[in-house]
Nanobody
Framework: QVRLVESGGGLVQAGGSLTLSCTAS????????MGWYRQAPGKQLELVAT???????NYADSVKGRFTISWDNDENTLYVQMNSLKPEDTAVYYC??????????????WGRGTQVTVSS
């Protein structure tokens, strides 16, 4: 079973930066989509950014120009570089991987999340 483990969350002041990592426990040979989602207290889960196996990226309007998603094939790790953070970016951030080919084929994998808190 491939597991996704997020790290890199924490407390940061508004205007600061954080980089979140999501490392897969097994070797990923290919995937359809990987992405970052977030859930703020009392709000629904929302898409932050996604990347396809071909490298095409997509961002929520609220993070465009501030966040950058990337996939390191050698490290089996998904990243999101978050700059110019705002208090409204405060949320638990989750990693997702869809249609992953590893030792087996997996659909819709989720990590357990990492907390990001941005103080004003």
């Amino acid at each position: 079973q491939v597991r996704l483990v997020e790290s890199g969350g924490g407390l940061v002041q508004a205007g600061g930066s954080l980089t979140l990592s999501c490392t897969a426990s097994g070797t990923i040979f290919s995937f359809n989509n990987m992405g970052w989602y977030r859930q703020a207290p009392g709000k629904q889960l929302e898409l932050v950014a996604t990347i396809t196996g071909g490298g095409t990226t997509n961002y929520a309007d609220s993070v465009k120009g501030r966040f950058t998603i990337s996939w390191d094939n050698d490290e089996n790790t998904l990243y999101v570089q978050m700059n110019s953070l705002k208090p409204e970016d405060t949320a638990v951030y989750y990693c997702n991987a869809d249609r992953v080919l590893s030792s087996s084929f997996y659909r819709d994998l989720w990590g357990r999340g990492t907390q990001v808190t941005v103080s004003s």
